[in-house]
């Protein structure tokens, strides 16, 4: 196992993986997830906009308050509007980016295969399209489930955190960034049939480097647009770095 627990190295991936996207051998394999990703995002960008005006109003009317509450109110509605808006941009991304990744695992899992036989000329398994993917349909949607509640456990102190002024949010940009390596070196690191708790004892050994690649991941998915192409891309990623930093023995 290459060790080079360097955050920048990690963040560099999501970039190295951009080219592969159109390579023969693995586009074909990008659409799927693609259209999944994009679907599930336009439907929290949708519902986010249309209801948080809504939402804000009436959670914030002043209307029967006493005078000098409602003024206390109408002085920081701004920073209000500013708080719960970022609540919620991060509660509709998780919501959605969680069910998108349940959905598309299957599929992300053989896009991770066409990397990786791009890559070496070899494959974890000898898989067969939709064969494979009605096989390992089951056992896949389960290790969503077991990372859904491991995130979901930990989540909850993170959460508590997040309101302590400067820490808490840098705290909990790290917890995401970690959460978003484990969910895309998932695939590569399945297909070898590395067990959920092999796979965080092997990225803990180059944690800043995971945190580097999750990191990025993450902050490329909040962006608007590109956030369409984030799972297909850090899929790849992955993968790649599974071969240059964790497919020796280990």
């Known amino acids: 196992m290459a060790n080079n627990n360097n955050p920048i190295a990690g963040v560099s ?18 659409i799927i997830p693609l259209i999944i990703n994009i679907f599930f995002f336009s439907i ?9 005006g809504e939402y804000m109003d009436k959670m914030l009317d002043t209307s029967g308050l006493w005078s000098w509450v409602a003024a206390i109110v ?13 609540t919620l941009f991060v509660l509709v ?14 599929f992300n899992s053989l896009l991770a295969e ?13 898989s067969d399209g939709l064969k494979q993917i009605i096989k390992d349909l089951l056992p896949t949607i389960m290790m969503e489930i077991r ?5 979901i456990l ?19 940009f790290l917890f995401t960034a970690w959460m978003m390596s484990l969910q895309y070196m998932d695939y590569p690191m399945s297909n070898h049939k590395l067990t959920f708790s092999e796979q965080r004892t092997l990225q803990g050994k180059q944690r800043l480097f995971s945190l580097g690649f999750g990191g990025i991941t993450m902050g490329a998915s909040m962006v608007p647009l590109v956030n369409f192409i984030v799972m297909p891309t850090a899929v790849i990623a992955a993968t790649m770095i599974w071969v240059e930093h964790y497919s020796k023995p280990h």
């Open 114 to 126: 066409a990397t990786e036989k791009y890559l070496t000329g070899k494959t974890a398994s000898d």
């Open 74 to 86: 109408d002085a920081i509605k701004p920073i209000l509007y500013i708080i719960f808006g970022l």
């Open 44 to 52: 929290g960008i949708y519902f986010g906009f249309s209801y948080f």
């Open 154 to 172: 930990w989540s909850i102190p993170f959460l508590i955190m997040l309101f302590i002024p400067v820490i808490g949010p840098i705290i909990w």
């Open 13 to 30: 991936y999501l970039f190295k993986a951009l080219p592969l996207l159109t390579k023969k051998g693995i586009k074909g394999f990008v």
């Open 93 to 106: 991304f998780y919501t959605f980016s969680i069910l998108a990744n349940i959905i598309a695992s299957p």
């Open 147 to 151: 990372k859904l509640i491991y995130m």
